[in-house]
């Protein structure tokens, strides 16, 4: 859909599609799937060498001065190397984010630049083993000690984890405090006693270096506090929109090339003496395909522009929630779909739509459950309906009989 995009938008697109092309291995792919790889440093490295890792932030930092329109369509080009690159792409915009948004002078210098350069690894540690979705609930503590905290706690499924060298972590701060006024944002520095226990076994998006980290003890600077203390819900609710945006975006690359997979075989696959795209059962999987990917595509450029023209940020928390969601549901049945469109040879490792399958399964999981997504869509919808009444007409006030005593609410 190149009409959504200015001549620079589309320009580093391009730059975006022809490094997927032609700067990713299939080495590095298969062997990430396989487990032979657990962290792929060079992909990174490989990217800021192209100038490619976080185009929404300032020249200065090391980004190109991009917007979220940009950063969505450069997602989209790399979400079709499946979600582990995709993911790994995203860290340094999502932690970028906080850093920029909240950071002092000397925590972007130290931390948002190298990071673009791909000269530091980063990772966002929020999920623990008591809590994914009730982000409130965190048990990771920080207390103060001399000139900065000891951090203590556990945070697992984090992408990146294997390989970071600094983790954007929360911890409870002000144990006395309601949930959402206790929890302070941190940048730890890997090292004495922060431990990467375990690198999880995943169904898909294998290779990330997802694992379990613990952090014992740490002594984390004062200069290390993200933002003010016991702060951390504003940086919260900011992290929603690079969270799933970036979830969104990469889903639709992944379905993408799922369909273009299967759509090629459906020209060449013979049955019966035809063409297989000739049957309706195929070509219909096609079309209907091919229309929730549009829908879904234009749900998450709508948000994309949304955020960058500074909408309202309950609209923006909805769009960004409502894009997250339907990407990855319309993802999940595209690929679906296309293996089905494929039949039983698509069940097997001579195409890559089971590896796409099983990628696309967390995606509804991850940066919040599409139920999650759910309950934020609906609540925003109806604060935006509550603030809007007597500005538009009533059309309840159109049926045929106006019987006021026979609309019984209680």
Same mark, same amino acid.
């Given at each position: 859909?190149?009409?959504?995009?200015?001549?620079?938008?589309?320009?580093?697109?391009?730059?975006?599609?022809?490094?997927?092309?032609?700067?990713?291995?299939?080495?590095?792919?298969?062997?990430?799937?396989?487990?032979?790889?657990?962290?792929?440093?060079?992909?990174?490295?490989?990217?800021?060498?192209?100038?490619?890792?976080?185009?929404?932030?300032?020249?200065?930092?090391?980004?190109?001065?991009?917007?979220?329109?940009?950063?969505?369509?450069?997602?989209?080009?790399?979400?079709?190397?499946?979600?582990?690159?995709?993911?790994?792409?995203?860290?340094?915009?999502?932690?970028?984010?906080?850093?920029?948004?909240?950071?002092?002078?000397?925590?972007?210098?130290?931390?948002?630049?190298?990071?673009?350069?791909?000269?530091?690894?980063?990772?966002?540690?929020?999920?623990?083993?008591?809590?994914?979705?009730?982000?409130?609930?965190?048990? +990771?503590? %920080? &207390?103060? @000690?001399? /000139?900065?905290?000891?951090? *203590? =706690?556990?945070?697992? $499924?984090? !992408?990146?984890?294997?390989?970071?060298?600094?983790?954007? +972590?929360? %911890? &409870?701060? @002000?144990? /006395?405090?309601?949930?959402? *006024? =206790?929890?302070?944002? $941190?940048? !730890?520095?890997?090292?004495?006693?922060?431990?990467?226990?375990?690198?999880?076994?995943?169904?898909?998006?294998?290779?990330?270096?997802? =694992?379990?980290?613990? $952090?014992?003890?740490?002594?984390?600077?004062?200069?290390?506090?993200?933002?003010?203390?016991?702060?951390?819900?504003?940086?919260?609710?900011?992290?929603?929109?690079?969270?799933?945006?970036?979830?969104?975006?990469?889903?639709?690359?992944?379905?993408?090339?799922?369909?273009?997979?299967?759509?090629?075989?459906?020209?060449?696959?013979?049955?019966?003496?035809?063409?297989?795209?000739?049957?309706?059962?195929?070509?219909?999987?096609?079309?209907?395909?091919?229309?929730?990917?549009?829908?879904?595509?234009?749900?998450?450029?709508?948000?994309?522009?949304?955020?960058?023209?500074?909408?309202?940020?309950?609209?923006?928390?909805?769009?960004?929630?409502?894009?997250?969601?339907?990407?990855?549901?319309?993802?999940?049945?595209?690929?679906?779909?296309?293996?089905?469109?494929?039949?039983?040879?698509?069940?097997?490792?001579?195409?890559?739509?089971?590896?796409?399958?099983?990628?696309?399964?967390?995606?509804?999981?991850?940066?919040?459950?599409?139920?999650?997504?759910?309950?934020?869509?609906?609540?925003?919808?109806?604060?935006?309906?509550?603030?809007?009444?007597?500005?538009?007409?009533?059309?309840?006030?159109?049926?045929?009989?106006?019987?006021?005593?026979?609309?019984?609410?209680?």
């Amino acid at each position: 859909m190149d009409f959504l995009l200015d001549t620079e938008q589309k320009q580093v697109r391009d730059e975006a599609r022809r490094f997927v092309r032609d700067q990713v291995p299939r080495q590095l792919v298969v062997d990430m799937d396989a487990g032979r790889v657990t962290y792929p440093r060079e992909f990174l490295e490989s990217l800021a060498r192209h100038h490619l890792l976080g185009v929404r932030f300032p020249i200065e930092r090391g980004g190109r001065e991009g917007d979220w329109v940009t950063e969505t369509a450069v997602i989209e080009e790399v979400g079709v190397l499946g979600t582990a690159l995709a993911c790994l792409y995203s860290l340094p915009s999502i932690v970028g984010e906080a850093v920029y948004a909240f950071g002092t002078p000397e925590q972007k210098e130290r931390y948002l630049a190298p990071t673009l350069r791909a000269e530091l690894t980063c990772a966002e540690a929020l999920t623990e083993p008591r809590g994914g979705s009730d982000f409130f609930g965190t048990t +990771a503590e %920080a &207390r103060r @000690d001399g /000139s900065g905290y000891l951090l *203590r =706690g556990q945070k697992r $499924f984090i !992408v990146g984890a294997e390989g970071a060298d600094y983790f954007m +972590a929360y %911890a &409870r701060t @002000d144990p /006395s405090a309601p949930p959402h *006024r =206790g929890i302070s944002a $941190f940048l !730890v520095d890997r090292g004495p006693g922060v431990e990467v226990e375990r690198v999880y076994g995943l169904m898909g998006t294998r290779g990330g270096g997802t =694992g379990r980290v613990v $952090f014992r003890d740490v002594r984390v600077p004062r200069e290390n506090l993200l933002g003010p203390e016991n702060g951390a819900a504003d940086i919260f609710y900011r992290m929603m929109i690079p969270e799933r945006l970036t979830s969104a975006a990469g889903a639709l690359g992944m379905a993408r090339a799922a369909l273009e997979v299967a759509a090629r075989y459906s020209t060449r696959r013979k049955a019966f003496g035809r063409a297989i795209r000739e049957f309706q059962g195929v070509s219909f999987k096609v079309a209907d395909s091919l229309t929730r990917l549009d829908a879904a595509r234009a749900l998450v450029y709508a948000a994309a522009r949304a955020a960058d023209a500074g909408a309202d940020p309950a609209l923006v928390r909805r769009l960004v929630s409502e894009a997250k969601k339907e990407a990855t549901q319309s993802a999940w049945q595209v690929i679906n779909d296309s293996m089905q469109v494929l039949g039983g040879i698509g069940y097997t490792t001579v195409y890559p739509v089971e590896r796409l399958l099983r990628d696309a399964r967390l995606i509804m999981i991850w940066t919040g459950t599409n139920e999650i997504m759910n309950l934020i869509i609906q609540h925003e919808y109806y604060r935006e309906l509550a603030a809007a009444a007597g500005q538009a007409r009533d059309v309840e006030q159109d049926a045929v009989e106006r019987a006021e005593e026979e609309k019984v609410y209680e």
